[in-house]
């Protein structure tokens, strides 16, 4: 797994307060190493969008990004279990979601590798968006 996804930090566009106890993080933007257009990266982050929308999942709006490099993915907060993020992540050609339970922050691989990493509490991963 990247390291990368161990040092992601993220921009939530809503109060914590609106957040379940458990929910998934996906983005569908070019998975690691590969190269997508922005018109490609946008029609599949729109794309997921609608399907989290029409399923009653979609929570709401987040961007994971790297304090390092600075690369930046507008994703979605989703009321998903595990299974059904990692599911929909290899649908939209994902190598991994964030997953969230009781606060802390996990990483897990979509495919059969599928297993959480913990990383630390989502709190100290989240900046102010103002």
């Given amino acids: 797994?990247?390291?990368?996804?161990?040092?992601?930090?993220?921009?939530?566009?809503?109060?914590?307060?609106?957040?379940?106890?458990?929910?998934?993080i996906i983005t569908a933007y070019a998975t690691t190493g590969e190269n997508w257009t922005a018109e490609e990266n946008q029609a599949a982050s729109e794309s997921l969008k609608a399907e989290l929308a029409s399923g009653g999942h979609l929570l709401g709006t987040i961007?994971?990004?790297?304090?390092?490099?600075?690369?930046?993915e507008p994703g979605f907060t989703a009321a998903l279990s595990l299974e059904e993020a990692?599911?929909?992540?290899?649908?939209?050609?994902?190598d991994?979601?964030?997953?969230?339970?009781?606060?802390?922050?996990?990483?897990s691989h979509c495919d059969h590798r599928r297993s959480l990493k913990p990383i630390?509490?989502?709190?100290?991963?989240?900046?102010?968006?103002a």
Avoid at 96 to 107: D, E, K, W
Avoid at 121 to 128: G, H, M, T
Wanted: glycine share 4%; proline share 8%; net charge positive.
């Fill in 120 to 129: 630390t509490q989502f709190s100290k991963r989240v900046d102010p968006t």
């Fill in 63 to 72: 961007t994971g990004f790297s304090p390092l490099t600075h690369h930046a």
């Fill in 96 to 107: 991994a979601i964030y997953f969230v339970s009781s606060g802390t922050l996990f990483v």
């Fill in 1 to 24: 797994m990247s390291p990368d996804y161990f040092d992601t930090r993220f921009k939530l566009d809503l109060p914590f307060s609106e957040l379940p106890e458990s929910f998934a």
């Fill in 86 to 94: 990692c599911k929909i992540g290899v649908r939209f050609k994902q």
